[in-house]
Structure formats: C-alpha cells, structure tokens
C-alpha cells in the first residue's frame, strides 16, 4: 500500500481504511529490505512499535498510527539506546524522555526505532566509527548528509513518510538537500527542549523532522510548537490562522545570491537551481533583488561558530570524564571529535562571553536585513551528495589534530578552520540561521541530469515560518516539489 505522506497515513487510519498495525508491518518490511544497503537504521524497537500499534488511538491525534523513526542524537526515550554516533555510547540507555518525544507520541506517531548520525552531529556527512557510513539511496557511493544523514535516507528511501532531525549548523537543510526532501530548521525556541538540555549548542541546534510534504511539515509544526516558559529562549505560538489561511496581501520582496558567501566554488547544479526558482516567484509576481553582499561576514560568523562548537564539546566531556572518572584518551572518540574537544579546553570564560554576544550582533544585523527583505534565497548546498571519502583528512592535519593539545588558542582554531573547510566549501549557507535563531528550509526544486536533487534554502525573519511555507506552497503547487 502507498501513501503520498503521514498526513495520507493518518486519515486513512482514521478512516479505518487501514490498521495501524499494517502501515508499522509495512514500514518493518521496508527497513528490512532496504536497509542493509542504505544503512540508515542502527537500532529498532519493532516489537514496541507492534504493541503501540494494537493500542487505542484518540481521532483528536493527528498523526495517529503513522510509524516514525528518531534521529540517535538528542530525541532520547527513556530505555531505548541513545548512542550519539559515538563508541562511548555504543551501550547506553537513555533515562527520560525528551519533551519533544513525548509530543511526538502524544501526536500518535508510533516509534519504530533510531537512525544513524555522525558521531555528536559534529559534521554535514554521516559516517561514524561506531555505525559506518549512511549511503545516498539513489547512489550508494555517495553519503547522504549530516548530520540528520540517517534519517533523510530512511525517508527519501520510503521507510517512513518523515523522521525526527535535528539541525546545529545545517543538519536538517543538508541532508534535505542531498535527498530531495522538505528540511525546516525551525526558529529558536519553537520546538519543545529538555529536560535534559535546554540550550543545545546554545541555542544553535533545534529539533524537528524531515518530510515530503508541506502539508506535512505545516501540520507537524503546529502540532509541535510550544512557548516554553522554563525555556532559555521563548517565543510565542503561531496560531492556526496564521499557518493554515493567511496569505500574503502585496508581492514578497525576495533577496537572492548564489555566490558561496566564504568565496568558495559552486556547482552550476546550484546556480541553476537558484536561477530557477528566481525565474519562477518572478513570474508569480513577487520581487527578486541580486546582492552584491551578504547581510553579515560569513567567515567571521562560522569562526565565531566554531569556537562555540569547541567549548561546548569540551564541556560535553568534562561531564563525561565525571560520570566515568577518568580522562578521555583520543581512543575514546573520532580524531575530529577529539580536536575539537582539546581545542575547547584552551578558550577563555572571557573570549567565549565576547563570542556569544557577536552572535547578538549577528541577529541584529540580520533583523534588519529583514525589515527590507522578507526572504533570503540561496543555494542550501554548493553542489549534490558528495561522494563516500571526498572530505578525508591529509595524514599531516590528522597528525596535528592527535597533537591538538600541544598549540596555542589560535592555531587550534586555525586546525580546527583547515578540518572543516573542504566540507564547509560544500556547505557555506546553513550555519548563519543556526547562530542568529531565525527559520530556514531547504525545498527539492531540482535535480541534476543524472538524477541527483539539489535544494534551494529561504530564509525568513525569527518567528516567520508561515513565509517559508507559503512559498513552499508556491513551488508544490507548481509540482516542483
């Protein structure tokens, strides 16, 4: 049986045109069969998802019946494993569950098990020691992205119609745009957080799920939503009318480049993409604008990006070190893994204090590009999924990231700039929304002449998601999605 989406899959139940037990038996076997290929799975809970399947559900529950998987980083649920791509994990449990898994299966998703990631979401790729490398359904010698990699190739692939994502530098967009898939990287302080955290990568990381439709993605979101007032970052609901009925009442005034904005190469797949798009809104009557500039300096911004990324992960591993008492050794972790937190352990309270408040700077700057411009057009990736391999370090950078601990501040953050710039080249469009908390997606509008999909990412002001969708409306309509 096929379903256009999980809106489809719960109506149908509802309807009881099916059981929800045959759409998880369904799912199961798509794993099954698809999976040993893809490796987009690395833990399953088939027989909890069968008994979930057998229970009541409520018709007030939207996506009542509809199996999901969630992402193996930050979407815990109290018992099942929880091993963040890394080996330190490979055998732990998770003891709570996640606010944002408990509205998931509030919702009447039912849970069939967790999808692969790199180790700690630390790259656009999905390759981590532990599970090994997520592959590009549509070519397997290409990865599928990072670092929700798992679950865009479970969803791309038709295990299940969308999967639980997160996104701290991209890793929601990314993935979505190696797959062809919808990624909303929803604004700061939308989506429930905690109990365990409450400010990931201070509040550069969010939580929410890739799809195939935006009416999927539209319905998720309110369903999802909170203002959470024991939230660091708060931000009222959106209501109904505002997601579901209201339209824009002038033409949108859309700025658009797809120059890479670190002065990297991009593919002619994603200048055509963009070019498209411009040729299309232009001709539903909205205002397209080239920029000579960006809004804000990129490289500063994913400089001040990496330093967050650094202290972070090293207090990450002190909490560790305490749990397990005893220091971490580069045994313990990815080489990348391990440079980052070394590099970590150098950077002043003071610097890192100077750091978070030029992300301030960031968002003000941004909030007035904004009072000019509604949207932001960009490519979301500077070319299609990169091959298995294509971002390997050189022996004498992974000598010197062992050695990581042996520099000064600024040479650390300089390796750690040399670790990511061949794979930042790939992806120099995400990281800012991360920083500044405002909405962005990435839409499937195109693919190359070997098939291969590219996206397309709009940016819109903290709080605008009804703008993204609005266009994504657009282009659905028009079956460019």
Same mark, same amino acid.
């Given at each position: 049986?096929?379903?256009?989406?999980?809106?489809?899959?719960?109506?149908?139940?509802?309807?009881?045109?099916?059981?929800?037990?045959?759409?998880? /038996?369904?799912?199961?076997?798509?794993?099954?069969? !698809?999976?040993?290929?893809?490796?987009?799975?690395?833990?399953?809970?088939?027989?909890?998802?069968?008994?979930?399947?057998?229970?009541?559900?409520?018709?007030?529950?939207?996506?009542?019946?509809?199996?999901?998987?969630?992402?193996?980083? #930050?979407?815990?649920?109290?018992?099942?494993?929880?091993?963040?791509?890394?080996?330190?994990?490979?055998?732990?449990?998770?003891?709570?569950?996640?606010?944002?898994?408990?509205?998931?299966?509030?919702? $009447?998703?039912?849970?069939?098990?967790?999808?692969?990631?790199? /180790?700690?979401?630390?790259?656009?790729?999905?390759?981590?020691?532990?599970?090994?490398?997520?592959?590009?359904?549509?070519?397997?010698?290409?990865?599928?992205?990072?670092?929700?990699?798992?679950?865009?190739?479970?969803?791309?692939? $038709?295990?299940?119609?969308?999967?639980?994502?997160?996104?701290?530098?991209?890793?929601?967009?990314?993935?979505?745009?190696?797959?062809?898939?919808? #990624?909303?990287? =929803?604004?700061?302080?939308?989506?429930?957080?905690?109990?365990?955290?409450?400010? $990931?990568?201070?509040?550069?990381?969010?939580?929410?799920? !890739?799809?195939?439709?935006?009416?999927?993605?539209?319905?998720?979101?309110?369903? =999802?939503?909170?203002? *959470?007032?024991?939230?660091?970052?708060?931000?009222?609901?959106?209501?109904?009318?505002?997601?579901?009925?209201?339209?824009?009442?002038?033409?949108?005034?859309?700025?658009?480049?797809?120059?890479?904005?670190?002065?990297?190469?991009?593919?002619?797949?994603?200048?055509?993409?963009?070019? $498209?798009?411009?040729?299309?809104?232009?001709?539903?009557?909205?205002?397209?604008?080239?920029?000579?500039?960006?809004?804000?300096?990129?490289?500063?911004?994913?400089?001040?990006?990496?330093?967050?990324?650094?202290?972070?992960?090293?207090?990450?591993?002190?909490?560790?070190? *305490?749990?397990?008492?005893?220091?971490?050794?580069?045994?313990?972790?990815?080489?990348?893994?391990?440079?980052?937190?070394?590099?970590?352990?150098?950077?002043?309270?003071?610097?890192?204090?100077?750091?978070?408040?030029?992300?301030?700077?960031?968002?003000?700057?941004?909030?007035?590009?904004?009072?000019?411009?509604?949207?932001?057009?960009?490519?979301?990736?500077?070319?299609?999924?990169?091959?298995?391999? *294509?971002?390997?370090?050189?022996?004498?950078?992974?000598?010197?990231?062992?050695?990581?601990?042996?520099?000064?501040?600024?040479? *650390?953050?300089?390796?750690?700039? /040399?670790?990511?710039?061949?794979?930042?080249?790939?992806?120099?469009?995400?990281?800012?929304?991360?920083?500044?908390?405002?909405?962005?997606?990435?839409?499937?509008?195109?693919?190359?002449?070997?098939?291969?999909?590219?996206?397309?990412?709009?940016?819109?002001?903290?709080?605008?998601?009804?703008?993204?969708?609005?266009?994504?409306?657009?282009?659905?309509?028009?079956?460019?999605?």
């Amino acid at each position: 049986m096929m379903y256009q989406d999980a809106t489809a899959m719960a109506t149908a139940v509802r309807h009881k045109e099916v059981s929800a037990k045959e759409l998880v /038996e369904e799912a199961i076997a798509k794993i099954e069969a !698809l999976n040993p290929a893809i490796n987009a799975v690395v833990n399953k809970q088939y027989e909890e998802a069968i008994k979930r399947s057998q229970q009541a559900f409520s018709k007030e529950q939207p996506f009542a019946g509809v199996p999901i998987l969630l992402k193996d980083l #930050g979407q815990n649920q109290a018992g099942q494993p929880s091993t963040s791509g890394s080996r330190l994990f490979a055998s732990y449990r998770a003891q709570q569950t996640d606010y944002l898994v408990q509205r998931f299966e509030a919702l $009447g998703f039912i849970i069939l098990g967790r999808t692969n990631t790199p /180790e700690f979401g630390v790259k656009n790729i999905s390759d981590s020691s532990l599970h090994g490398p997520v592959h590009l359904p549509m070519d397997l010698s290409r990865n599928a992205g990072g670092s929700s990699g798992g679950a865009a190739a479970a969803v791309s692939s $038709g295990m299940v119609p969308l999967a639980g994502a997160s996104d701290g530098g991209g890793s929601i967009r990314i993935p979505a745009s190696f797959n062809g898939l919808i #990624g909303l990287k =929803t604004s700061r302080g939308r989506i429930p957080v905690g109990p365990g955290s409450y400010r $990931g990568w201070q509040g550069a990381s969010v939580h929410f799920a !890739l799809t195939k439709s935006v009416r999927d993605t539209r319905r998720l979101l309110y369903y =999802t939503q909170t203002c *959470q007032m024991e939230s660091p970052f708060v931000l009222p609901t959106l209501s109904q009318e505002t997601l579901f009925e209201r339209k824009w009442q002038r033409p949108l005034k859309i700025a658009y480049s797809a120059l890479s904005p670190i002065g990297q190469t991009v593919s002619r797949e994603a200048v055509a993409a963009v070019e $498209g798009a411009v040729s299309f809104l232009s001709q539903m009557g909205h205002d397209l604008i080239e920029l000579t500039d960006y809004p804000i300096d990129h490289t500063d911004l994913i400089k001040d990006y990496y330093v967050m990324n650094s202290v972070e992960t090293a207090a990450m591993f002190d909490t560790i070190e *305490q749990s397990l008492q005893r220091p971490m050794t580069p045994d313990d972790m990815e080489l990348m893994t391990w440079g980052i937190y070394k590099s970590g352990q150098t950077i002043p309270a003071k610097q890192y204090s100077q750091t978070l408040n030029r992300w301030d700077q960031y968002t003000a700057q941004f909030a007035a590009f904004h009072e000019n411009y509604d949207l932001l057009l960009t490519p979301t990736t500077a070319g299609v999924a990169p091959k298995h391999g *294509q971002f390997t370090l050189s022996d004498n950078l992974q000598e010197s990231l062992l050695a990581m601990g042996e520099f000064p501040m600024e040479q *650390q953050q300089d390796l750690i700039w /040399e670790m990511f710039a061949d794979s930042l080249a790939w992806t120099p469009f995400t990281i800012p929304a991360n920083l500044t908390g405002q909405p962005a997606i990435s839409l499937p509008t195109y693919r190359n002449e070997a098939g291969l999909p590219i996206g397309i990412q709009f940016l819109a002001a903290k709080g605008r998601e009804e703008l993204l969708l609005q266009v994504a409306d657009l282009f659905e309509g028009a079956d460019m999605i």
